[in-house]
Nanobody, 122 residues
Framework: QVQVVESGGGLVQPGGSLRLSCAAS????????MGWYRQAPGKQRELVAT???????NYADSVKGRFTISRGNAKNTVYLQMNSLKPEDTAVYYC????????????????WGQGTQVTVSS
């Protein structure tokens, strides 16, 4: 079984910063990419940023230049550094582990964390 756990959300004032962490654990053989998605009330879940196992990154236009995704030294961990936060960044942020192959299966699937709330407000 695979678990994906996020941490680091909270309340921050506009212009402030937060750092989200995500760790995937379990009987993992490989992960193609890990990323962050967010869902605001009444809106669909949207991509924020992803990073592949090879280090390639992809960002939503709305966060380019403000957010940075990176991989941790520990295996299967990623971080999202969020700077210059805006009220419109308020959402539940979900970590995704994409195309995970485990030690007991020969096919891949995605896994999601439970989400962490980020609120940007004065």
């Amino acid at each position: 079984q695979v678990q994906v756990v996020e941490s680091g959300g909270g309340l921050v004032q506009p212009g402030g910063s937060l750092r989200l962490s995500c760790a995937a654990s379990g009987s993992i053989f490989s992960i193609y990419a890990m990323g962050w998605y967010r869902q605001a009330p009444g809106k669909q879940r949207e991509l924020v940023a992803t990073i592949t196992s090879g280090g390639s990154t992809n960002y939503a236009d709305s966060v380019k230049g403000r957010f940075t995704i990176s991989r941790g030294n520990a295996k299967n961990t990623v971080y999202l550094q969020m700077n210059s936060l805006k009220p419109e960044d308020t959402a539940v942020y979900y970590c995704n582990a994409e195309r995970v192959i485990t030690l007991t299966t020969m096919w891949s699937r995605d896994y999601w964390g439970q989400g962490t709330q980020v609120t940007v407000s004065s």
